[in-house]
Every structure is written in C-alpha cells, then in structure tokens.
C-alpha cells in the first residue's frame, strides 16, 4: 500500500508542474459578481418483453438523474470564495418471472413476469464551500468545508435509513492555482483536516429501532482538481484526485479491544486495529461529450481506496466472551466498513442535458 501512496501523492504533487508557465496570474484579481453554473441531466434505458418471449431475455428500466450546481466570486481582491453542490440518483428495476411453490415444497417457475422493486444504482450528494486568500503570493491560503451523504443507505439488509452517515470535513492550508480560465482548471492544495462521520445503525433484527454513533479523525489533505477541454473541445474531461492521510481516529483504542477480544474468541483472526491508518484515495474522471445542445454522453470512472472507513460504528457494550452469538453483529458491523483492496467504478450514459446556466 505504501507503494499506491507514494505514487498517488507523486501524481498529485507533479501534475500541476506541467501547467506552471501557463500561469496568467499578473497581480490580485479584480472583484467581481457571482459566476453561477446549472447543470441537469437525465439518462433513461428501458426495454420490455411479453410474457410468452421465447428468447428469455428481462426487460430493465434504468434512470438516473444528476445536478451540478456552483456559484464561485472574487469578493475582495484578497479573497475568492467558491461553493459547489453535487447531485445524483439512480434506480434499476427488472422483469422478473413469477415463481410458485407446490404442495410438495417444489418452486414452479410461471411464464408471467412482473417488475421487480427497484434497485439504488447511483446516490451522490456532495457539497463544498471554499475561500482562498489571493495575497498574490505563490501559494493561496485557504479554508474548506465539505459534506457528503447519500440520499439512501441500502447497505444493511435489515432496512434502509435516509441521509446516512453524514460525512462532514473542515480543513485549511495552502493551494496553488496553475491555471484558471472560463474553460480550464488546475488547482492543487495541501493541508490538515478534520472528517466527523455521523451515522446510525439498527440495533433489532426488525428494523423498528436504530441508535446514533459519531467518529471522528484528522489528516493531512492533498487535492488536485483539473477541467479542460479535448477533442477540439468536442469532449470536456473533469478530474478530482483526493488524498487523506489519517493520523488520529477517535475509535482506535475501541478497534484494538476488539481485536483482542475477537481474537481471543478466534486466534485465526486477523487484526485490524491499524486499518485506519491507511491512506484514502479517492480518483475521480469524468468525460462528457455534447451531441446536440440537449444531449450528452458522460463517461464516469473512479477509483477510491479506503481500508477502513471511519464512518463504521465500533460497539462493543454488549459484547460477551462467553456468548458467541453476541459476537456476530459486532463483527459483521467492523468487517462491514473493511475494504482491503481498491474499489472501481464504471458509468457509461448517453441522456438528456440541459446547461441552465
């Protein structure tokens, strides 16, 4: 992992190197009105079939609906203040074929279908507050605020809960812009942050009860963003490269007694008190190509490395040594939030957009 780090953050650092003599910046900016920015868009896929369809094939309903919103201003020639808000939600619901059970107990497959309950394929909600303090030196200090959240948290079988966990990072350093025009992008920072998670977790099998949790934990932040046109401008291409080094969790003492009780339970098990201190990587792309002024094909890959996530609730108040059958709901919650290896995703959508703004 250490190899990914260094790479990663090599990445990060050298980027921006590439664009340095493209700097434009002669002296502060000048004030100036807000710069708004609204973007909607809607991606639909569907097909069906009859009931009697020899080919075996299901008939599916995609959609999914996204909205990127910014409103950025030079307030002062010594202080920049930009705010984005990232939207998106998706479902897909399937023909299914009727199934029923016969009196002795085997399942009779019938010729009718029937659409099954939709399935959460995308849930984004992502907001950012920043302020950079253009002082006209090489580097801009800045301060940040970030929140992120998913509109549904399907991830317990036993139901799901709204708006859950809500992750919230404040952090401030220093940040280089190395070019910044109506159509181009490329800012890196480095500085220290502060991430508390806010979530709630079921605590019966029916889903009639939940309890609240909250961690927190600090690191050092590495971030380059970059926006530019390719293709003759044909194709926009969008990148985020987020980087948090953990140093404190606020849970750590609480995963090292679980390690030594689940260990004592299960001396096959493997420790995972040091988890946390992995670095999260999260690698975002994205690109678009408008067709006509209403519709777009959006191209989304991300990769996101994150061994322990901190938004995992530790709880060990009714853990007993010698019951075993209490032991499986604390471990299945910890083995939960563990993602030993590098998480992908893909997104190929051709849909309605429409620029607002």
Excluded: C
Excluded at 274 to 289: E, G, H, I, Q, R
Aim: no cysteine; proline share 5%.
């Amino acid at each position: 992992m250490s190899r990914v780090f260094a790479g990663v953050l090599l990445s990060a650092l050298l980027l921006p190197f590439g664009a340095v003599a493209q700097d434009e910046t002669d002296g502060p900016p000048e004030p100036g009105p807000w710069s708004y920015g609204v973007v909607g868009g809607l991606n639909i896929a569907q097909s069906a079939f009859s009931d009697n369809w020899a080919g075996g094939d299901k008939g599916t309903i995609n959609w999914v609906a996204n909205a990127d919103l910014s409103a950025e201003r030079q307030v002062t020639p010594e202080f920049h203040w930009s705010n984005k808000l990232e939207l998106a939600y998706g479902q897909t619901a399937t023909q299914v074929s009727v199934t029923d059970t016969l009196p002795s107990g085997a399942v009779m497959i019938k010729r009718d279908k029937e659409w099954s309950r939709p399935d959460k394929t995308t849930d984004r909600i992502f907001f950012e507050s920043l302020g950079r303090f253009t002082l006209d030196l090489w580097v801009d200090p800045y301060v940040s605020a970030q929140l992120e959240a998913q509109f549904v948290d399907e991830s317990d079988p036993i139901g799901s809960l709204l708006f859950n966990p809500l992750k919230i990072t404040e952090s401030a350093g220093i940040a280089r812009v190395f070019r910044k025009t109506e159509e181009e992008e490329l800012t890196s920072r480095v500085g220290f942050g502060f991430r508390q998670s806010i979530g709630r977790t079921f605590t019966d099998a029916t889903g009639d009860e939940t309890e609240s949790f909250t961690t927190s934990d600090g690191g050092f932040e590495f971030r380059t963003d970059a926006k530019k046109p390719l293709h003759e401008k044909r194709i926009l291409y969008q990148g985020r490269l987020k980087v948090f080094y953990p140093v404190f969790f606020s849970q750590s003492s609480d995963l090292e007694d679980f390690d030594a009780l689940a260990i004592a339970a299960d001396p096959f098990r493997e420790e995972v008190a040091d988890y946390w201190k992995s670095p999260d990587v999260d690698f975002l792309n994205t690109f678009s190509a408008e067709i006509t002024s209403w519709m777009s094909v959006i191209l989304l890959v991300q990769w996101v490395y994150d061994k322990y996530d901190a938004a995992t609730n530790v709880d060990l108040a009714n853990w007993d040594p010698s019951d075993p059958a209490t032991h499986a709901p604390v471990i299945s919650e910890i083995e939960g939030g563990i993602r030993k290896s590098g998480q992908f995703k893909q997104t190929l959508a051709i849909g309605l957009t429409y620029r607002f703004l």
